[in-house]
Each structure stands twice: as structure tokens, then as C-alpha cells.
């Protein structure tokens, strides 16, 4: 194995067990489904790295999304709130009764630099594959990511049923985790069009 790929598998394998002993031991399962699905999902990558090589930027990439995500639910930032609910610049509070509907958490970022990502990723596999204007492939990648996007919503729906006190929110944080992984995606298709052309 190359020192590159070592030090990414050493990385994720690092963060991986060192969180779910953590969510084990505060008995938090929400995280637990969580980590099950980004252990998939690394599985997955490295299944067919041999065949798409994904660049060091885009596994990076990935690794620190990863990172982030199990940050999110367990690390407590001021007034003892999970690093998901913080709010590092408050560009907009409508003041609902939940709190939910503010702009900009860590969360909504995080939603955003996922799907950035993903816009990538899907250059990356489609590339040389589907061969149509630059505008209507850039276009069909940013829609694919935001496709992508609904799957994140779906495991996050199936915690808020599966587990009695989730931190997912309800129907504000649902709402605005969908603008901010569109938000990411067309970013990320309009990056990755300036950064490679086509």
C-alpha cells in the first residue's frame, strides 16, 4: 500500500474507532447508525479506488468530512451545545419557538462542504463518460449531488424514527440541510468546471 493511501486509511481509521468508543460509552445510538453508514461508505471508496482513483484531494476531501460529521454530535462547543447546533455567525434568526430556523450553524456548512464534495466526485466518475455540453454536465452533476442529498435526509428521518432523542430537528433543519446541499452542490459543479474545464 502506497504512504499516501496508508496515511488516509490510518486517518479515518483513527477517528472512526476512537468516536464510536465514545458514542458507545455515552450510550449515543443516533451516531452509532451514523458511523455505520460512513464505514459503508469508506468501505465503498476503497472497494473501487483501484478502478476510479479518486485524487488524494478528493479522498482528503471525504476523510475530513468524515471527521467533522462525528465532531458534530459529540464535541461541545460554548454553553455546552454539540458542535452542530453552534452558530459561528448568526446571519439570520426568524426566533421560532425551536430555535431551528438559523442561519449559519456548523451544521448547515458541513451539509454544504458534503455535497461541494460530491460535485467532485460525480466529476470525477462521469468525466469522459457522458459526453454532452459542458453547461448541460456541470448542470446534470450539481442535480446528481443534489439527488445524492436526499439519501443524507433519509438516514437522518429513519434516526429521528429509530431513536428516541435525536438531535436531528424537525422541519426547518430539514428544510434548510436541503438549500445548503444544493447550495454545496452547485458550488461544487461550478469549482470543479472552473478548476478542470471540460
Known sequence: MKKGYLALVLFNLAYIIGFSIYYL????YEFMIYIGVLVALFVLVFAIQRRVKFSYTILWMLSIWGLLHMMGGGVRWPGDEVLYRWVPIELYNAGDTLGEFVILKFDQVL????YFIMS???VHLLKGKVKIRPLYFYTLVALASMGLSVINELVEFAAAVGVQDTGVGGYYNTSLDLVFNTLGAVTGAIASYLRKGR
Open 25 to 28: 460509552s455515552i450510550k449515543n
Open 120 to 122: 467532485f466526485v460525480l
Open 111 to 114: 451539509h454544504w462542504y458534503v
